[in-house]
């Protein structure tokens, strides 16, 4: 059973355009949701994340929205760049679990188009 | 800061034979470290959690005895896959969590070993 359902698979958007990742959950004991960055060859590198207390995060380009009642969540990368080409995973935790694992969606590859 | 290190980047070895695989975390501490296994574009699956100067934790279906975890000081982890096979060719990722955290469940990912086994 997949805990952290994470959409879409793949998303080419134009250069200057606004990305756009959605995730959901179903273990409403998350409280700990980041976003990650991945480049081919490489490890993940944690992008921007949220806890359930605010609906929304901003950090330069990068925004999550969250929705609680809904259990979801999304990345909005505005003014989305060719060097923002990777693929992004959307994550989920449970602070306070005896291990704080992540579980991990599926992975979104994003290509910008320049 | 809070960079984590994995040596080597990439190893090929023979079936049968066993590989080291290194996971360090460079200016910070961390009482527990994770060890993930990626496919070619897919997620990260988690394989076991190890915490310093214990036994590690392992996920289901993982198999403890093929997959050795050591976690013998808070800067260092390593995983060793013993008689590997051409299945066991991965995407291997460690991350740590820094020692004493409150307030987040940051872990800190390293670059990661490409294992292939011929």
């Known amino acids: 059973q997949q805990q952290v359902k994470q959409s879409p698979q793949s998303l080419i958007v134009q250069k200057g355009g606004i990305s756009i990742i959605n995730c959901a959950y179903e273990?409403?004991?998350?409280?700990?949701f980041p976003w990650y960055q991945q480049f081919p060859g490489k490890g993940p590198a944690l992008l921007i994340a949220?806890?359930?207390?605010?609906s929304e995060k901003k950090e330069g380009r990068f925004t999550i929205s969250f929705n609680k009642s809904a259990k979801q969540f999304s990345l909005h990368i505005m003014d989305s760049q060719p060097g923002d080409s990777a693929t992004y995973f959307c994550?989920?935790?449970?602070?306070?679990?005896?291990?704080?694992?992540?579980?991990f969606g599926k992975g979104t590859k994003l290509s910008v188009k320049p | 800061g809070a960079v984590v290190s994995q040596h080597p980047s990439r190893v090929i070895c023979k079936s049968g034979t066993s590989v080291k695989i290194e996971c360090r975390s460079l200016?910070?501490?961390?009482?527990?470290m994770f060890w993930y296994r990626q496919f070619p574009k897919q997620s990260l699956m988690l394989m076991a959690t190890?915490?310093?100067?214990?036994?590690?934790?392992?996920e289901q279906g993982v198999e403890k005895d093929k997959f050795l975890i050591n976690h013998a000081s808070l800067t260092l982890s390593t995983l060793t896959v013993t008689s590997a096979h051409p299945e066991d060719s991965s995407f291997y990722i460690c991350?740590?969590?820094?020692?004493?955290?409150?307030?987040?469940?940051?872990?800190?990912f390293g670059p990661g070993t490409r294992l292939t086994v011929l």
């Open positions: 991350s740590a969590r820094p020692a004493g955290y409150t307030s987040t469940d940051t872990q800190y």
């Open positions: 273990n409403t004991a998350f409280d700990y």
């Open positions: 949220i806890r359930p207390d605010v």
């Open positions: 994550a989920a935790s449970r602070y306070g679990g005896s291990q704080g694992n992540l579980i």
């Open positions: 200016d910070f501490q961390a009482t527990t």
């Open positions: 190890s915490n310093e100067g214990s036994k590690a934790t392992y």
